[in-house]
């Protein structure tokens, strides 16, 4: 059965052919069909050069032309075609110095890292399979195309991709691969950390995490990243993890729980990752806190988005151990008094018309905090009357 990914790419097979060129998918969504797991991505590759793939579709969004691929827009969908090409020395391990165009797949084929993810198949599901990589695919094998020194010597990443594919698929690196990789593991020093940080975050996220981080951990892989390089027996800390954690932000917040001296901004900044991954791990790490501190409650619910829930639990149960139902936490969330600070019955006006002969300051936004914090823990009904009163009478903000 023909994964339903497939069947939305075909009529874009059947449509660069009909033009006299040549298409396959290749790669991971070959490698995923034969095993029979969920597809990520379909790849296309093509002998048409992508000016022809221009011409032949209406909607192309040139992504990285210059390398040879670009994103073909059907029915709501984008795909990615890449023409087929020999790479050049990656000088500066980020992208290949020159790529050239070629007309034959097998030279495609021979560019890609691995012999399970050098394979192509036809529009009618026949499969090419130059390096025998469907062997390999049988025998869980993780293999280089070609001399494995060379190949990681060219690009380092593959190294790590090993070990996310490790992770992934629960695959074993054969025994050449393995030894080249204990020999070349320092050229990941050279390696751009934004393409580390990518194949790091599928690693820890994969099903069989466990027996990859061992393995990193056996060949000593921490010592060449940025932050775990810098933590004390980080092997032992990482061993812990016997779930898979996804997303960066879950990663760094467990090392962040287990390191309270490491900053959160510092292992951003040495990952060189958003503004958005420094909130959610910091909102991550002080709800697990919060957690340890008082258990599941309401105000911890209140502090934590639905959407992070699920990182929460996993973090909850690496870190410590502890089970928590997804119910509980959407039942607390819908007792809830108010959702956020919005739907609070009083306003910073409200409070600052209380007191005429107050200066204006700090002091509004941390009282309204107050308020908040006692309509969340249901010591203060929600209700404009009600909450003047307390503070009038029994809470009045200090010097008032
Ligand atoms: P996933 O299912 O996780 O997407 P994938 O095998 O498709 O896995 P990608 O990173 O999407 O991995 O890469 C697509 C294909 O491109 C790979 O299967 C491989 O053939 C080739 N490839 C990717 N990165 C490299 C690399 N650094 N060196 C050589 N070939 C590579
Ligand atoms: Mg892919």
């Known amino acids: 059965m023909w994964d339903s990914k497939f069947k939305e790419a075909l009529p874009i097979l059947e449509r660069i052919e009909s033009f006299g060129y040549q298409a396959f998918f290749v790669g991971g969504a070959v490698r995923n069909?034969?095993?029979?797991?969920?597809?990520?991505?379909?790849?296309?590759?093509?002998?048409?050069?992508?000016?022809?793939?221009?011409?032949?579709?209406?909607?192309?969004?040139?992504?990285?032309?210059?390398?040879?691929?670009?994103?073909?827009?059907?029915n709501h969908e984008s795909f990615e075609v890449t023409t087929f090409r020999l790479e050049g020395t990656y000088s500066d391990k980020r992208h290949p110095d020159?790529?050239?165009?070629?007309?034959?797949?097998d030279l495609d084929l021979s560019r890609r890292d691995f012999t399970m993810n050098a394979l192509a198949m036809d529009r009618l599901g026949s499969v090419y399979d130059p390096f025998n990589g469907q062997n390999d695919i049988r025998n869980k094998m993780i293999r280089t195309v070609g001399n494995p020194n060379d190949r990681f010597m060219e690009d380092p990443l593959r190294i790590i991709r090993a070990f996310r594919f490790v992770s992934q698929l629960g695959f074993f690196i054969e025994e050449e691969t393995l030894s080249a990789v204990l020999s070349s593991i320092e050229w990941i020093d050279s390696l751009a950390v934004e393409?580390?940080?990518n194949e790091l975050e599928k690693l820890f996220r994969g099903d069989y995490c466990r027996v990859a981080i061992r393995l990193c951990s056996e060949l000593n892989l921490w010592r060449r990243l940025p932050v775990f390089n810098k933590i004390d027996d980080v092997s032992s800390l990482l061993a812990n993890i016997n779930s898979p954690l996804v997303g960066l932000y879950e990663v760094f917040?467990?090392?962040?729980?287990?390191?309270?001296?490491?900053?959160?901004?510092?292992?951003?900044?040495?990952?060189?990752?958003?503004?958005?991954?420094?909130?959610?791990?910091?909102q991550l790490v002080e709800s697990v806190e919060l957690y340890m501190k008082s258990g599941l409650t309401p105000w911890l619910v209140y502090q934590l988005p639905s959407e992070l829930?699920?990182?929460?639990?996993?973090?909850?149960?690496?870190?410590?151990?502890?089970?928590?139902?997804?119910?509980?936490?959407?039942?607390t969330e819908k007792e809830l008094p108010i959702?956020?600070?919005?739907?609070?019955?009083?306003?910073?006006?409200?409070l600052i018309k209380l007191y005429p002969n107050r200066?204006?300051?700090?002091?509004?936004?941390?009282?309204?905090?107050?308020?908040?914090?006692?309509?969340?823990?249901?010591?203060?009904?929600?209700?404009?009357?009600?909450?003047?009163?307390?503070?009038?009478?029994c809470h009045p903000p200090e010097n008032a």
Do not use: C
Not at 255 to 269: H, Y
């Open 98 to 105: 020159r790529v050239t165009f070629i007309a034959d797949l």
């Open 309 to 331: 829930y699920h990182s929460f639990i996993r973090l909850v149960e690496v870190t410590l151990g502890e089970q928590i139902n997804e119910n509980q936490l959407q039942q």
């Open 195 to 197: 393409r580390l940080a």
């Open 339 to 350: 959702k956020n600070k919005k739907m609070i019955d009083f306003s910073g006006h409200d």
């Open 33 to 74: 069909q034969l095993l029979a797991i969920p597809i990520t991505d379909v790849d296309i590759a093509t002998s048409a050069p992508p000016t022809a793939i221009q011409e032949i579709f209406p909607k192309v969004i040139p992504v990285g032309i210059e390398h040879g691929t670009v994103i073909v827009r059907h």
């Open 253 to 282: 917040a467990y090392i962040k729980l287990n390191n309270p001296a490491v900053q959160i901004k510092e292992i951003v900044r040495e990952w060189k990752q958003s503004n958005h991954t420094f909130h959610t791990t910091k």
């Open 359 to 393: 200066v204006k300051g700090p002091w509004v936004q941390r009282y309204l905090n107050e308020i908040e914090s006692a309509i969340v823990t249901k010591k203060l009904t929600n209700n404009y009357i009600e909450i003047k009163e307390w503070v009038h009478t």
